[in-house]
């Protein structure tokens, strides 16, 4: 990543895609043991992972007729044709689980069980956790394929969609962006690269990805529950088994609940103590309780780092005759709640820097 915004530098940069395909490279490495490079048989890899994954996730939080005529079901995808396209997307997503999953099959055929522990990654792991003979509930082939599905659908669109708020926030309150900047460089100095160590002393950095996440929480109804026994709510009765949607956005924004709610200001976390696991339940973009987000960890490590990064290499500006008030704040509903139009910034590398050798972000 830090490569590639280098070799931009103050050009115009397509933020939006840089960040998709960040966040697509790091659960690869995650989940799969390998990145795909652009060029050759594994950039039309990528390409058609990525395409098969957008489409996976526009059917997914797409309008579906047949929800509001369940009746009708025949008759309204043979008119929407949706069934057949998400049948079709299903297949897709089989046969990449299943050119993944031979892989690794065949790695670990040809070097048995000599594998060091740090070069697996989540398929290894899970293969190694289906051969135990010991588990009260054996992990199945579909299983298997499920998990890896899950984790990648659901890593990829919210951790890149934090980051593109993150950075849209920034852009439009270059006071905020220039102390957010500052911290990261006076914290890492002179190193030639900000590391894991670091984030523990970017407080200010953490309060500004918070604020970003509760104006623009990447899942913005969660996931969806089910009440596990008849219950009363203010007055209404909600029987067991109901699907239940809880609002995260409109909570981030209740005026009940937060100071000037549509104001970005991330000096309400560092006041206030508010964190990710919050008692009273104001601030919930990883969800809550034990039906919490599993990869809550994961996610915001990525886009903490990846942050720090982006902001300790360089500095950050609007293209040319645009405003903090001019950007686009329109929103497109998906797995994750996106910009409507791509975030478009001009990166320069702060002075004396200077990038050498392969990046891994």
Known sequence: MVAGVA????????????????ANDVLCRVAFGRRFVSGGGEGKKKKELVGVLTETQELLAGFCLDDFF??????????????????????????????????????????????????????????????????DVPVTDDNLK??????????????????EWTMTELARHPTILAEATQEIRSVVGKKSRVDESHLQHL????????????????VPLLVPRESMEDCVMDGYMIPARTRVLINSYAISRDPTLWKDPLEFNPE??????????????RFLPFGGGRRGCPGFHFGLATVEIALARLLYHFDWALP???????VDLG?????ATRK????ILVPMSKEGYEFRGKSNT
């Open 203 to 218: 407080t200010y950095m953490k309060s500004v990805i918070k604020e970003a996440m509760r104006l623009h929480p990447p």
């Open 331 to 335: 929103e497109i509903f998906g797995l």
């Open 146 to 163: 499920a998990l890896v599905l899950d984790m990648f659908v659901a890593g990829t669109d919210t951790s890149s969609a934090t980051l």
């Open 70 to 135: 369940p009746g009708w079901e025949t008759v309204t995808s043979w008119i929407t044709g949706y069934q057949k396209r998400l049948t079709r997307n299903l297949e897709d997503l089989k046969e990449v689980c299943d050119e993944i999953i031979g892989e690794h099959l065949m790695k670990r055929k040809d070097c048995g069980d000599d594998q060091e522990e740090e070069e697996e990654d989540f398929v290894d792991v899970l293969l190694k956790v289906q051969r135990r003979e010991d588990l």
């Open 268 to 281: 309400r976390f560092l006041e206030s103590g508010i964190d990710f696991h919050d008692q009273e339940f």
């Open 340 to 343: 409507k139009t791509k975030l």
């Open 320 to 326: 040319d005759g645009l405003r903090g008030e001019d």
């Open 7 to 22: 070799a931009s530098s103050g050009k115009e940069t397509d933020v939006s895609s840089l960040l998709f395909g960040l």
